[in-house]
């Protein structure tokens, strides 16, 4: 029987799972069994998480808030998008001027 292949999980996930617990007060074993994950990894995730807001507020700094998390993302998401279609044009550009210089040098 072959290893199972480790699943991995973005920052991103992680955060918005811990926070699943430490906004809504559920237990880590509910929100993990709702998100199909382990209880004890799910766990190690709060506990960061809790440890990154406390030490945001002793540097006097408010942690994000649920709906500036979700536009964080979505925007990490766009940017990533705009990203990859910068990249796509550059390599097209880049193929264009190739074929117009090769078309002009071959006159």
Do not use: C
């Not at 509910?30 to 998100?35: F, I, K, T």
Request: no cysteine.
């Amino acid at each position: 029987m072959p290893p199972r292949k480790r699943r991995s999980y973005t920052a991103e996930y992680k955060v918005e799972a811990a926070h699943r617990v430490i906004d809504s007060g559920r237990t880590i074993s509910e929100v993990a069994r709702e998100l199909g994950i382990d209880a004890g990894m799910l766990s190690v995730w709060v506990k960061d998480e809790r440890r990154r807001i406390a030490a945001a507020e002793v540097h006097g700094e408010q942690p994000l808030e649920a709906a500036e998390r979700a536009e964080l993302l979505r925007l990490r998401r766009q940017v990533a998008e705009l990203e990859k279609d910068n990249a796509f044009l550059v390599k097209a550009s880049a193929y264009f001027a190739a074929m117009q210089k090769n078309r002009n040098g071959s006159l």
